[in-house]
Antibody
Framework: QVTLRESGPALVKPTQTLSLTCTFSGFSLNTSGMCVSWIRQPPGKALEWLARIDWDDDKYYSTSLTTRLTISKDTSKNQVVLTLTNMDPVDTATYYC??????????????WGQGALVTVST | QSVLTQPPSVSAAPGQRVTISCSGSSSNIGHNFVSWYQQLPGTAPKLLIYDNNKRPSGIPDRFSGSKSGTSATLGITGLQTGDEADYYCATWDASLSAVFGGGTKLTVL
C-alpha cells in the first residue's frame, strides 16, 4: 500500500524559508522509474507543480520558482524534503507531495499525500 | 494563468455524458502524454487517466481519455452526483516541468 504524508509548519513569516518533508511508504526511491513531486494549490485556485526528484537523484524545478526551490531525498528514511526560500503571502497554499511514476510512455502522479496547508503571514 | 486551458465549468444531468477539454501547445501536449485528476471537495487530487487513455486499477470505465494533436479530452458517461468535483489535466513540457490546466468544475444537475 502506497502512502505519502506531508509535514511542516502551518504558519511562516514573510521572508522566511519553508521546509516541508514528505514521508512515504509502499515504494522505494531507489527503484528505477520512481520519483516524488511537490505540487501546491493556493486556496480556491489551480494546481501548480513545483519540483520533482527521481530515483537516480535527477532534480527538476518549476522555471518560475527555480531560484527559490531545493528538493532532496533521504532514501534510508523514505523522505523527500522541499525548501522554498523568501516566502511571501502569495505562497500561501496547500502543498502536496505525490509519487510520480515514469512509464515507457510518460509520467503521472499516481499517489498523493493529503496535503499540508501553509499560511504566510506576519 | 495556467499553461493548459480548460473550461472553468461544465454541467450535465445525472446519467448523461460530459466531456472536458484541455488545450495546450506543441511544446507540451503535442509531444507528451496527458493525465487527468479528480479532486473532490476538500480532498487531494486522485489519478483518473494516465498516458492519454489508460485507467488505473479501480477507476470505472465510465471515465475515458483521448488526445489529438495539442488537445486532450476527458469523457465521463453515466454521470452520478458523486462525480461532482474539480477535474485537472496535466502533462510535461520541453523543460521536463509538469504543467496543469486551470481546472474544470463539474456540476451534476
Amino acid at each position: 500500500q502506497v502512502t505519502l504524508r506531508e509535514s511542516g509548519p502551518a504558519l511562516v513569516k514573510p521572508t522566511q524559508t519553508l521546509s516541508l518533508t514528505c514521508t512515504f511508504s509502499g515504494f522505494s526511491l531507489n527503484t528505477s522509474g520512481m520519483c516524488v513531486s511537490w505540487i501546491r494549490q493556493p486556496p480556491g485556485k489551480a494546481l501548480e507543480w513545483l519540483a520533482r526528484i527521481d530515483w537516480d537523484d535527477d532534480k527538476y524545478y518549476s522555471t518560475s520558482l527555480t531560484t527559490r526551490l531545493t528538493i532532496s531525498k533521504d532514501t534510508s528514511k523514505n523522505q523527500v524534503v522541499l525548501t522554498l526560500t523568501n516566502m511571501d503571502p502569495v505562497d500561501t497554499a496547500t502543498y502536496y507531495c505525490a509519487r510520480t511514476t515514469v512509464t515507457s510512455m510518460g509520467r503521472h502522479f499516481d499517489y498523493w499525500g493529503q496535503g499540508a496547508l501553509v499560511t504566510v503571514s506576519t | 494563468q495556467s499553461v493548459l486551458t480548460q473550461p472553468p465549468s461544465v454541467s450535465a444531468a445525472p446519467g448523461q455524458r460530459v466531456t472536458i477539454s484541455c488545450s495546450g501547445s506543441s511544446s507540451n501536449i503535442g509531444h507528451n502524454f496527458v493525465s487527468w485528476y479528480q479532486q473532490l471537495p476538500g480532498t487531494a487530487p486522485k489519478l483518473l487517466i494516465y498516458d492519454n487513455n489508460k485507467r488505473p486499477s479501480g477507476i470505472p470505465d465510465r471515465f475515458s481519455g483521448s488526445k489529438s494533436g495539442t488537445s486532450a479530452t476527458l469523457g465521463i458517461t453515466g454521470l452520478q452526483t458523486g462525480d461532482e468535483a474539480d477535474y485537472y489535466c496535466a502533462t510535461w513540457d520541453a523543460s521536463l516541468s509538469a504543467v496543469f490546466g486551470g481546472g474544470t468544475k463539474l456540476t451534476v444537475l
